[in-house]
């Protein structure tokens, strides 16, 4: 069983920076799938950024040029380096990690491992 801790959520102004990271315990995730999703209130769970265990990358249009997602595996951590922070990017941001990922990266119900989520506001 993993246990993924995210941290490095706040608030900042618009156009600022924050840098997530999401940490594992419980087995090496060098081989995983690992992503980044949001929720903002009174909305759904929506994907943001993915990667996968050759490091390859995929972004929802929305954070394209502005959202990069890593990972270290010595550390067992994946992050999200998001610069040109908007309003709309308020959200509780989560990481999500299976090893065995099938279907499509962008929908919840694939992904068999959450953490609890960090807070990210952006204020105009």
């Known amino acids: 069983q993993v246990q993924l801790v995210e941290s490095g959520g706040g608030l900042v102004q618009a156009g600022g920076s924050l840098r997530l990271s999401c940490t594992a315990s419980?087995?090496?995730?060098?081989?995983?799938?690992m992503a980044w999703f949001r929720q903002a209130p009174g909305k759904e769970r929506e994907f943001v950024a993915f990667i996968n265990w050759a490091s390859g990358t995929s972004y929802t249009d929305s954070v394209k040029g502005r959202f990069t997602i890593s990972r270290d595996n010595t550390k067992n951590t994946v992050y999200l380096q998001m610069n040109s922070l908007k309003p709309e990017d308020t959200a509780v941001y989560y990481c999500?990690?299976?090893?065995?990922?099938?279907?499509?990266?962008?929908?919840?119900?694939?992904?068999?491992?959450w953490g609890q989520g960090t807070q990210v506001t952006v204020s105009s």
């Open positions: 999500a990690t299976d090893l065995d990922l099938r279907g499509s990266y962008k929908y919840t119900a694939n992904w068999g491992s």
């Open positions: 419980g087995r090496s995730l060098s081989k995983d799938a």
